[in-house]
C-alpha cells in the first residue's frame, strides 16, 4: 500500500531521514519503534506533506504522491494522526470528527465510526478538551479515520496515555483494521504496545531503518536495546 524509497528529509541544511526504504503492506501493521529525536515525527509528517521530502519516492497504491500537497495525499487515501493528538479543545467531539470531511465528498460522518469507538457517540456534544487523554487519542482516529483513508499514519499514540488504556488502544486498532482492511504505520517508544500491535517492527536509529523484523521472528532484546538509553 505505502511504497518508500531511497527517501531523504532535510530541514534547511541539516538531513534528518537518511536514505530510507520500507513498505507497508496491505492489511499491515507497521511499527516504527526509536528513541527520542530519532526522526520518527518527521518521517510521518513528511509522508503526510506537512514537511516536503528531499529525494525518493512515496509510491501510495503505485501512485507517486511524493509531488502532492497534504490535502491531496489525504484524497488519495493517506491519514495522519500528529503526536500530542492535536484535537480542537473547544470544539465538541462531533465538530471535530467533522473536521476530519474536509478533504474528501462525503460530508456526513461515516455511521460506522460511532460503532468502532461507542465512547465518542456518548460523548458526541461534549468539548474535545473534556475528554480524558485515551479518550483524545480515539477523537484523533476517528478523525483521521471520517476520510476512509487505506492507510493511517499514527506518531506515538501512547504518549501520555495510561498503561491500561494503552492495551485496549492496541485492541480497537487492530480491530478497525480487521474490520475496514487499514493498512497502520504507527511510530513508538513503548516496545510492549509495538509488539501487542504490530505484524512488524521496524527500528529507526538517527534517522536510518536499523532493524527490520517480523513480529513472530522478532529479538525483543535486541530492540529494547535499540530503546534504551
Ligand atoms: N522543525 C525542525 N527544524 C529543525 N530540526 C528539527 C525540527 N524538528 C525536528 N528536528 C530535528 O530532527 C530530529 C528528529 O526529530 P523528530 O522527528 O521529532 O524525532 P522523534 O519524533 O523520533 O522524537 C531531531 O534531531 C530534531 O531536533
Ligand atoms: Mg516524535
Known sequence: MLAVSDY???????????NMNFELK???????????????????????????????????????IS???SFQRVESGLAYVPQGRM????????????????????????????EMFPVLKEMKSRRGGNLSGG????LAIARALASQPDVLLLDEPT??????IIREMAQTLKT?????GLSIMVSEQVLSFALDIA??????????????????????????????V
Do not use: W
Request: net charge positive; proline share 2%; hydrophobic share 35%.
Open 159 to 164: 504518549e501520555g496515555i495510561q498503561p491500561s
Open 176 to 180: 478497525i483494521r480487521d474490520q475496514i
Open 67 to 69: 509531488g502532492l500537497k
Open 26 to 64: 496491505k492489511n499491515e501493521i507497521v511499527a516504527v519503534v526509536g528513541r527520542n529525536g530519532m526522526g520518527k515525527s518527521t518521517l510521518m509528517k513528511s509522508l503526510i506533506g506537512v514537511i516536503p521530502g528531499k529525494s525518493g519516492k512515496v509510491l501510495l497504491d503505485g501512485r507517486d
Open 87 to 114: 484535537i480542537f479543545s473547544t470544539m465538541t467531539v462531533k465538530e471535530n470528527i467533522e473536521t476530519g470531511l474536509t478533504t474528501v465528498k462525503e460530508k456526513k460522518i461515516p455511521e460506522n465510526l460511532y
Open 135 to 138: 479518550q483524545q487519542q480515539q
Open 8 to 18: 531523504h528529509v532535510a530541514y534547511g541544511q541539516s538531513e534528518v531521514i537518511h
Open 199 to 228: 505484524d512488524r517492527i521496524l527500528v529507526i536509529e538517527k534517522g536510518e531503518i536499523v532493524h527490520n523484523a517480523l513480529r513472530e521472528s522478532v529479538d525483543e532484546k535486541k530492540i529494547a536495546a535499540y530503546l534504551s
